[in-house]
């Protein structure tokens, strides 16, 4: 910059001199040659014609001496200004050069910074688009960092829920150490009694829980668990048939009815005091007779006579129908839409199997008092099981 600025001021101070100069040989051709009649000056014409005159006169040596010394005093102003207008011209073409340098580096540093300039904008083009990219990429991993946010929440709520649920189940296992403590400490004291049972014949033995789970209470005193002779069926018989059992396990009058009732699966049953075979099985099962038998009867059949689908409507033939706990089930529980044909040749049976129907509430099943045969016009005999109703046979 201040080779610049040097090369400015000089270029400026020669063209200042070269202007002086010029003017002033401008002034002098103007004095020496120019003929300005309004100033009195005269031209280059006049003063020949002057010098001519005065050659006649005064001779041509002074004549030309001055026209010498004008010629040379014109000739050197002409010399000096041609000095300056070459000294100028070399200095306008250093110039020139120096600025055609200039103008080509500082071409050369316009296309370099063009080029920059371009790349420049090629890379801020690539990082827009990588930024965009990015940009796109912060948005996904901002709405996956919003949806995990929103998933965990909903864990953290679940593990809460769990965490309540853990503690009740733990205060439930709490609980149920305890009431274990507690059976432990029962089984302890049971122990200790065997310990102390042991020491008894089976006999004896057999007396004191007999006493314990049909009369809830000790023996009278030790003579009687000393002296007992009587295994555990003629105790338990014994006991059963004693008023204090009776007492304590049924109502007064409720020993001597004739019929006893059972609930089994919402299906109710009346049946005769001595016929204890089924009635004692459904009770300690909680399930129907034989219902494991029925199922797996009726199944068998629908699949082998009508391909898995048993029919819409038809007879259902219950042979030997006892109380009713073959018809009366199915009717509730499996084929509801088929009518029902029973037989059962004991009138008692057949009594109680009509009062089953209606406290069932059931009113499509019709019981035959009659003994099935596949020998026609035969006459048979019948002997009862009191004990076992359903297990009764003919005499040959």
Known sequence: ??????????????????????????????????AVPET????LNDKLSIA???????????????????????????????????KDISILSGYLSKSEQQYQ????????????????NTSLEKQETKMAELQNILNKQSELLARQQAYMEQQNIKLAELNMVFDKKIMAQQDCLNDNQKQIWKCNEWLQQLKEDTRLDSKQIALIYAYRYLLNREPENTQIVTNNLKDWRELRKDIRNSEEYKHITFRP??????YHSLVVDGIYYFFNKEDVNIPDR?????????????KNFIRIADQYYYASEGPADGLFLDIGGNIGTTSIYCKKKIKQHLNYIAFEPIAELVKLFNLNIVCNGLSDIVVEHLALSNQPNTMLSM??????????????
Request: no cysteine.
């Open 40 to 43: 009195g000056s005269k031209g």
């Open 253 to 258: 009058d409720y020993y001597d009815m004739p």
């Open 383 to 396: 002997t009862i099981n009191y004990q076992n109703w359903g297990n009764s046979q003919i005499l040959q």
């Open 282 to 294: 459904m009770i300690k099962t909680g399930k129907n007779w034989a219902e494991d038998d029925i």
């Open 52 to 86: 001519f005159k005065r050659l006649f006169r005064k001779g041509t040596f002074y004549i030309f001496e001055q026209f010498a010394s004008l010629v040379r005093n014109f000739e050197s102003k002409i010399l000096n200004l041609m000095g300056l207008l070459i």
């Open 105 to 120: 580096e500082y071409r050369a540093q316009f296309l370099d910074f063009s080029k920059r300039l371009a790349e420049a």
């Open 1 to 34: 910059m201040i080779d610049k600025i040097s090369n400015t001021d000089e270029q400026k101070v020669n063209i200042v001199e070269l202007l002086e100069a010029e003017k002033e040989l401008q002034e002098s051709v103007i004095q020496e040659f120019v």
